[in-house]
């Protein structure tokens, strides 16, 4: 680069020193210059968009224990539905039975659900075991988790020993424990030693999901808002209700072909609900 043009015989006369001079000054001016305040980053500082809060109490705990759930097992889902309408219809009739008799029960989908899932886990014990330290321990008794949404966070109520419950008598319990967690009247001990866990997001109208382990245990299942749907039975169209049903399970302890098999345990005991009342 030139400071000056080519002059003439090669002569610089003075004008072309002092324009040099001059234009070097004011380059050097412009390069102090401050640079202009900018009034909308002023006003972003002054009012941030965005506040940042510290995890603290339940959610921290939460948050604890789903990214390390994730971080040490290996997790997968599989999903399949289930024909409820049995179900559905056997529930009818027994409310028509409960106006007629007092005193007796009244049994949710998700009592139906736990008595199924616990007498499928009788069959299925590799899906009530635990990875501990390297080793796999069966469990001979079933303790069912009942995840239970709260306004500050998620809660995991304790059905102990459900292998030796009758329906009614889960039924009975997993309403007082939800009661006592909404209440905030539970006992650590009765949020403990949970064996397999059931999730319900169906209120919220999801239908299948991935649920995240409760380690040390094998398997969740995650139960989704229930559908409707038109099918052909003997060339006539009826319709059928199907519920949503997700299963994780730690592929470390059980392979998918096992796990598969739970589930289609826990489908059948649903689709044929009755012998569910007397098991």
């Given amino acids: 680069m030139k400071l000056f043009k080519d002059q003439p015989q090669g002569r610089i006369t003075k004008e072309d020193v002092n324009k040099v001079i001059e234009e070097l000054e004011q380059h050097n001016k412009n390069r102090q210059a401050p640079a202009k305040e900018n009034p909308v980053r002023k006003e972003t500082e002054e009012k941030p968009s965005v506040e940042a809060k510290p995890i603290t109490g339940m959610r921290k705990i939460i948050a604890h224990r789903m990214h390390e759930s994730l971080q040490s097992t290996a997790q997968l889902t599989i999903m399949r539905k289930a024909d409820i ?63 239970t949404s709260l306004d500050s966070g998620l809660m995991v109520p304790v059905v102990t020993n459900a292998g030796n419950l009758s329906l009614g008598q889960i039924s009975s319990k997993i309403k007082e424990l939800s009661q006592k967690a909404r209440d905030g009247s539970i006992d650590n001990q009765e949020l403990q030693g949970s064996t397999f866990t059931i999730t319900n997001l169906g209120a919220s109208g999801v239908e299948y999901f991935t649920p995240i382990l409760n380690p040390p245990e094998t398997g969740i299942l995650g139960v989704g808002s229930m559908q409707e749907a038109v099918v052909l039975r003997d060339n006539q169209p009826i319709t059928q209700k199907y519920l949503p049903l997700s299963l994780t399970f730690d592929h470390r302890v059980v392979d998918g072909e096992p796990a598969s098999r739970f589930l289609d345990s826990v489908i059948k005991k649903l689709s044929n609900p009755h012998h569910l009342l007397f098991s």
């Fill in 85 to 147: 309408t049995p179900l559905l219809d056997l529930q009818s009739k027994l409310k028509e039975e409960k106006e007629r008799v007092p005193g007796m029960p009244k049994l949710t989908l998700t009592d139906y659900i736990a008595k199924a899932v616990v007498l499928s886990l009788k069959n299925h014990q590799e899906m009530n075991s635990a990875l501990i330290d390297g080793k796999i321990y069966a469990q001979n008794d079933i303790h069912l988790g009942i995840a």
